[in-house]
């Protein structure tokens, strides 16, 4: 957007920011800004003045000393790949947005203590690689991992498909950097696992979306490298006996099962039509399938031989109706794209109604027995898609639209599938949102499904630590005191 459009008092606010940053990470031409205002879904359009990309943490600490001085409008932003608008300006063009893009390094990494300090604009993939590098091993794993920062990933409280065994990123986090809106630091980088001095603050800030501070650098817990992976795939009749499935696994396994991921055929069918290179692993055709890893570090456990002993039973006990299991490295990561790309694909199905819901456990089968033919029922011909981490109880409830539809008129029922799916989802105590956050998404959701009391404290905490409601303006709660300018 044009500066000339704009106060007279932002030429001002550019000259003092390019003055600290260089006029090479403060963005103002519209072609340079495109890709911070636009989100992966294309849900959220954003406008924005100006983009500044600090390279250390003290940047970040002027930089928010004076927005809060002169009551400009911040939204943090990492890998921009939320997928509720959490790290999107607003149409108003008079937000900044600060990308950590260039807070990137690794600060250090103890592999005998198995703890790495990282600053928040690491790509996921990076710590990945260098906790491998290490003999270590860092077990958040999702499908933008490539492109996703820790910053965002403990922003958002990111979860993806090794929380079976190892939790998500509140979890993985022994301490946090944190910018306050005010220019104040707190500097609560602590790696120890025992800390009983009070209250702990890093769980303010994780899964806050950036509304209440900026996470600038974690300290983040490793763990020891698996030596071995197996991973099957498995055909099911019911919801039910790919449940009984994941408890028979977790009664052999325990802590070894890594993985436990559910797919409905028609996801399937659509990988299977729209992903390079995939192929069905199963001869036949199965209602449902699953995905089950398991995870060995010690060469005293036989993983091949534990899983096929799993495996055994689940015949017998007519659980499953058909199962592989990888032969190869390879092949496993070939039955895990699979299951990574079936969010994509539907993009090639035409318009989609997502939901990113968890019930208990146990309740996954009830849930899909009353939420598929609820939205069957709603929309006539149209294609649900439940997929997701059966073993930690999040499925992502997606609905594809009716084939031939107007994907316009499909999605104009929206609000209507979003109230029977999450109806059936507080029934059960369950949550409206298990990973991905509220952002603006879910935000005007919030007030239906949290406790009254929970949802005051939560705007009061907002007060206390952003009291000019500079933070991420209307994100997560729409606080009155946030504005835009």
């Known amino acids: ?177 944190v910018v306050l809106p005010d220019g104040r630091i707190w500097n609560g980088l602590r790696s120890l696992r025992k800390d009983n001095t009070g209250y702990d603050l890093k769980h303010l800030f994780m899964g806050a979306e950036g509304t209440l501070g900026i996470i600038t650098a974690a300290s ?41 991921e559910l797919m409905p055929r028609m996801g399937m069918d659509f990988v299977l039509a729209h992903l390079d ?18 995870s060995t570090s010690s060469p005293a456990v036989d993983g091949p031989a534990l899983l096929e002993a799993i495996f055994a039973q689940a015949f017998e006990q007519g659980i499953i109706d058909d199962a592989t299991l990888a032969q190869s490295q390879q092949q496993g990561m070939d039955f895990w794209a699979l299951r990574h790309g079936m969010s994509e694909v539907q993009k090639r199905e035409g318009g989609s109604i997502k939901h ?7 309740q996954i089968p009830a849930f899909l027995d ?42 104009a029922h929206w609000d209507n599938i979003n109230d029977i799916v999450h109806a059936i989802v507080v029934e059960m105590d369950g949550s409206i949102s298990a990973e991905h956050g509220i952002g603006t998404l879910k935000r005007d959701l919030l007030p239906g499904v949290k406790d009254p009391v929970e949802l005051a404290l939560m705007h009061q905490i907002k007060q206390m630590l952003d009291p000019k409601g500079i933070m991420n303006p209307q994100k997560v709660l729409a606080h009155p005191s946030d504005h835009s300018s």
């Not at 990113?356 to 146990?362: A, G, T, Y």
């Open 1 to 177: 957007m044009s500066l000339s459009s704009l106060p007279s008092s932002f030429d001002t606010h550019l000259g003092w920011f390019e003055t600290l940053l260089g006029p090479d990470h403060c963005l103002t031409v519209d072609s340079d800004i495109e890709r911070y205002c636009r989100e992966p879904r294309e849900k959220f359009p954003g406008r924005c003045w100006l983009v500044v990309r600090p390279g250390n943490r003290d940047e970040v600490v002027q930089i928010m000393a004076y927005a809060f001085q002169h009551n400009l409008a911040i939204v943090p932003q990492g890998g921009n790949t939320g997928l509720v608008g959490g790290q999107i300006p607003d149409e108003s063009g008079l937000q900044i947005v600060i990308s950590c893009e260039r807070l990137n390094k690794i600060r250090s990494l103890d592999p005998v203590g198995n703890v790495a300090i990282v600053e928040s604009g690491v790509l996921l993939e990076s710590l990945q690689k260098a906790a491998k590098d290490a003999g270590r091993f860092f077990p958040l794993a999702l499908g933008s991992q490539g492109s996703c920062q820790i910053g965002g990933n403990l922003s958002t409280n990111a979860g993806g498909t090794g929380v079976l065994a190892y939790g998500n990123m509140r979890d993985l986090a022994l301490g946090l950097e």
């Open 220 to 260: 983040l817990k490793l763990f020891p490298a698996p030596l071995d992976q197996q991973v099957a795939f498995a055909g099911l009749a019911t919801a039910q006996k790919a449940l009984d499935l994941f408890s028979l696994a977790q009664s052999h396994a325990s802590s070894m099962l890594t993985g436990f």
């Open 277 to 294: 290179g995939a192929r069905d692993p199963l001869a036949g055709s199965h209602p449902w399938y699953c995905l089950v890893e398991i």
């Open 356 to 362: 990113d819901i968890s019930v208990p456990v146990s």
């Open 370 to 411: 009353q939420a598929v033919p609820a939205c069957q029922a709603a929309i006539p011909g149209c294609r649900p898609v439940p997929f997701g981490h059966m073993g930690d109880g999040n499925l992502h409830f997606n609905i594809s639209q009716p084939v031939g539809a107007d994907k316009a008129d499909f999605l």
